[in-house]
């Protein structure tokens, strides 16, 4: 059954969109003229509060006299006129969007958008050393206002990490929007990000606002953004810069106040050295970096990472209970991952879809991609007596990996340690453990 929206609908009530929300099915809407009507109601009871706003003066009164913004639900105030040019010191005031219409449509995605939802930085799992220090900066990074830019391999987490800074921001009440820059075509990107007037175009048949606006007082987040042509970079620079957008096709500027998350697979540095990216545009970018690390340089998240995929998956398939045996998880240590999390993810997704409730996975049940890292599995699995401890043939294995990463590392010990997550001091006990020169 779809969920029933309680909304308190507070000014005039002959506009389209509110004369059309009574008529839809999921609204139970309760009607009052003024603000100071409804001092007395316990507002915490409704979903959500629109404010049908004569003019902004109106709309500043009414929310003075709803009270504090943490103590009632959230407020969206519904301005024909003038909303762009008053929705600073509308929201200064409290509310929450302001808005030129209010359709069914729109509130109810607003409102589910409020619904309580598991955090970004929850699904970040990680129990590495440079896993903890990424996040313990990522938390730093959402204090400041500055603009951040994440790198790291395909498949890594960068707009988990993207949309973990801007729930802890200042921000967080306001959007979360995004874009694939390296999917859309420049000739669209423009358009996309700044909005176009009706006319501007072929196709362009109406007034579209672009997702800076969208993102108004909020998170702009732009992905691979290194893919964009440095015609488009000087367009990007030139909205940093002053802070405003120019829809295509539109002579006034409009003021947006947006903080921008960029991410990249790209080394940005060498982009530039190469002329492929603009300077300029790289520091108003790079203010504050996040680099996320390889799957490969923190091995020690690869079993808690395994365990949240098989409990997130093994619950969405009907598949609770899974488990991975031994010398499967062996084997996903030997491999190395290319794909990154998002690699690891859909393996084990695929290894769930094979197995049966409760059931324990082993090597049979992984994807055939995994096929080169067994040999030496393998090897230590032929070299094992058939009255072996399973730890020392687990051990083995490490050991094999150990003398794998250092030989990739030229014998540098401190290197090795980076790759594999571990302290010097955690290296070099288990180099002494599985006696590993």
């Known amino acids: 059954m779809a969920r029933i929206h309680s909304v308190l609908w507070i000014g005039s009530a002959d506009g389209l969109a509110a004369s059309a929300l009574p008529e839809a099915p999921h609204f139970d809407v309760v009607w009052e003229r003024d603000a100071d009507a409804v001092r007395s109601k316990p507002l915490s009871s409704y979903d959500g509060i629109v404010l ?16 504090r913004a943490d103590e009632r639900p959230p407020v969206w105030v519904r301005l024909a006129r003038g909303a762009r040019d008053a929705a600073s010191a509308l929201r200064a005031r409290g509310a929450d969007d302001v808005l030129e219409r209010v359709t ?12 309580p939802r598991e955090s970004a930085a929850s699904r970040l799992v990680g129990t590495s050393t440079a896993m903890q220090q990424l996040l313990a900066n990522a938390v730093r990074a959402a204090r400041s206002h500055a603009n951040v830019l994440v790198t790291g391999e395909t498949g890594t987490g960068k707009e988990l990490l993207a ?4 729930e802890r921001s200042l921000r967080r009440s306001g959007r979360f929007v995004g874009v694939n820059c390296a999917a859309v075509p420049d000739t669209l990107l423009e358009s996309e990000l700044q909005g176009h007037v009706r006319g501007a175009f072929t196709g362009a048949e109406r007034d579209r606002r672009g997702l800076f606006e969208e993102a108004d007082g909020g998170t702009l987040f ?27 096709g539109g002579n006034r500027e409009r003021r947006v106040d947006v903080r921008v998350v960029a991410a990249t697979h790209r080394n940005l540095a060498r982009e530039v050295a190469a002329g492929r990216f603009r300077e300029d545009l790289y520091y108003r970018l790079a203010v504050l970096t996040l680099p996320i690390p390889p799957l490969r340089e923190r091995v020690e998240d690869l079993r808690p ?18 488990r991975l045996s031994e010398e499967a998880l062996a084997l996903l240590e030997a491999h190395a991952w290319p794909g990154n999390v998002r690699e690891l993810e859909n393996t084990l997704h695929q290894a769930l879809a094979w197995a049966e409730p409760g059931a324990t996975i082993g090597r ?8 080169p890292a067994l040999a030496p599995v393998d090897r230590a699995l032929e070299q094992a007596s058939p009255h072996e401890p399973l730890r020392t043939t687990v051990a083995r294995v490490e ?13 540098c010990r401190a290197a090795t340690a980076r790759r594999l997550g571990l302290t010097r001091e955690g290296l070099y006990k288990k180099m002494k453990r599985l006696g590993v020169e």
């Open 305 to 322: 990472l395994a365990l949240h995929f098989l409990t997130l998956h093994g619950r969405l398939e009907g598949k609770p209970g899974c």
């Open 364 to 371: 049979a049940e992984l994807a055939d991609r995994l096929a």
């Open 52 to 67: 049908e706003a004569r003019d902004a003066a109106w709309a500043e009164t009414a929310l003075d006299a709803l009270g």
């Open 399 to 411: 050991a094999w990996l150990l003398r794998r990463a250092l030989e990739a590392e030229s014998g």
């Open 104 to 115: 069914p449509e729109l509130l109810a995605e607003r409102l589910d958008e409020r619904r």
């Open 163 to 166: 949309r973990t800074v801007h």
């Open 222 to 248: 732009l992905d691979e953004v290194a893919e964009t042509s440095p015609a488009f970079q000087a367009k990007l620079l030139r909205v940093l810069q002053e802070r405003s957008v120019r829809p295509v």
